[in-house]
Nanobody
Framework: QVQLVESGGGLVQAGGSLRLSCAAS????????MGWYRQAPGKQRELVAV???????NYADSVKGRFTFSRDNAKNTVYLQMNSLKPEDTGVYYC??????????????????WGQGTQVTVSS
């Protein structure tokens, strides 16, 4: 199995900052991408930022210049530094890993794995 443990959510005033962390563990064979998604009440889950194994990073237009995605490959951990937070950033933030785990003695197929989510609330 692959486990993703998130931390760092909370309540913050508009203009404030939060840092989210997500640590991946388990029988991981390879990771092709890690990212953050969020889901606001009544809305679909949307991409916030994603980093591929090659190091390229893509951000949603709504967070560019405010959020910074970083990754510690040695620890299989990713971070999302969120600055200048706005009320519209409120939602549950989910860590995602796209990769392959060991399936017995062989690597399995590529799949998506999700964390349990962490609540971010930005008050106006």
């Amino acid at each position: 199995q692959v486990q993703l443990v998130e931390s760092g959510g909370g309540l913050v005033q508009a203009g404030g900052s939060l840092r989210l962390s997500c640590a991946a563990s388990g029988n991981i064979f390879s990771i092709s991408a890690m990212g953050w998604y969020r889901q606001a009440p009544g809305k679909q889950r949307e991409l916030v930022a994603v980093m591929t194994s090659g190091g390229s990073t893509n951000y949603a237009d709504s967070v560019k210049g405010r959020f910074t995605f970083s990754r510690d490959n040695a620890k299989n951990t990713v971070y999302l530094q969120m600055n200048s937070l706005k009320p519209e950033d409120t939602g549950v933030y989910y860590c995602n890993v796209r990769g392959r785990r060991w399936d017995g003695a062989r690597p399995g197929k590529e799949d998506d794995y999700w964390g349990q989510g962490t609540q971010v609330t930005v008050s106006s």
